[in-house]
């Protein structure tokens, strides 16, 4: 079974405005309520393409309500800890002229409700996968990751990582089976600017010597690069198409991946399918689905 964590979980209310204007009072053209957090759309994501997992993380208050209501009814399941105090945040996203965020900063996690978590983690066995995406709140500890994985560890549970910074760094000993940062992430690491593929192909072995098994780069309109732990070096261009919506295009990438390899255990298979995911993401304004995976993963070629 796949497991998400997504500590910080959100509804994020999307409104599009004509020509929005500070200060002014402006009128949304249209607009809509999702569920956010990258662990939550990896679990929808992989429910697309006819994976189950189960969604783990916080929730709090009449906004967490809706939460876990939502991703239920989609179909996925869940086991979300209930926090007594707070709310799950709200986050705002202004489609305009440009685009703009205010992304909320949600509830205190106690002690308490991190033991919780730790303790269905320490259910996992041999053959289960955790995918542990995004960023840590500031009411928990910097290195959560690090401690999951520990806890995790010895017991045949492969864990995803999809970080930044010394979140991503600290995981790596503890050979997470698949990272992935985006090129900037990857260079920002090195403290460089990446521009050719080979310059990533290089630096995301630098990261497979620090311990990851295998390196998923998103590189943006410029495709995506794998660095497998048989030896491999992966590139392609992305499908053709116009960019509609980048949010959850990573986390999308992801959940291509582990359908893909959970399928053939081939990893060419999973780094197209993972790419063919991250660009319907992108090319759509909700999150890839099946039917829109597939159809660019045949663009792909073999």
């Known amino acids: 079974m796949i497991y998400t964590v997504t500590c910080n979980p959100s509804l994020d209310y999307i409104v ?17 309520v999702l569920y956010g957090g990258k662990g939550v759309n990896v679990s929808w994501v992989l429910k697309n393409l006819g994976v189950e997992s189960v969604a783990l993380g916080f929730v709090a208050g009449f906004t967490g309500s809706e939460i876990e209501r939502g991703v239920r009814a989609y179909g996925c399941r869940t086991d979300f800890i209930r926090l007594e105090t707070g709310c799950s945040r709200i986050n705002v996203k202004l489609k305009s002229d440009q685009e703009s965020e205010i992304n909320g900063a949600g509830p205190e996690i106690p002690a308490h409700a991190l033991q919780a978590l730790f303790e269905k983690l320490d259910r996992l066995t041999g053959g289960d996968i955790v995918v542990l995406a995004g960023s840590i709140p500031g009411s928990l500890p910097p290195d959560l990751y690090q401690t999951m994985q520990k806890r995790l560890a010895g017991r045949g549970v492969d864990a995803v990582v999809d970080a930044t910074g010394e979140l991503l760094l600290g995981s790596l000993a503890y050979r997470p089976f698949l990272i992935k940062p985006n090129h900037h992430e990857l260079g920002e690491l090195f403290d460089k600017t990446l521009r050719t593929p080979e310059e990533i192909a290089a630096h995301a072995k630098r990261l497979q010597e620090k311990g990851a098994r295998n390196v998923l780069v998103s590189m943006a309109g410029d495709g995506a690069l794998l660095a497998t732990e048989d030896g491999q070096t992966l ?22 991946f582990l359908a893909g390899y959970l399928e053939t255990q081939d990893y060419r298979h999973a780094f197209r399918m993972g790419l063919a995911a991250g660009s319907a993401s992108a090319f759509s304004e909700q999150l890839a689905t099946k039917e829109e995976v597939l159809k660019l993963l045949q663009t792909l070629g073999a």
């Open 235 to 256: 590139y392609s261009l992305p499908p053709r198409g116009k960019v509609v919506n980048s949010t959850g295009a990573g986390d999308s990438m992801v959940a291509g």
């Open 16 to 32: 599009r405005v004509e020509h929005f204007v500070p200060g002014a009072v402006n009128r949304t053209r249209s607009e809509e």
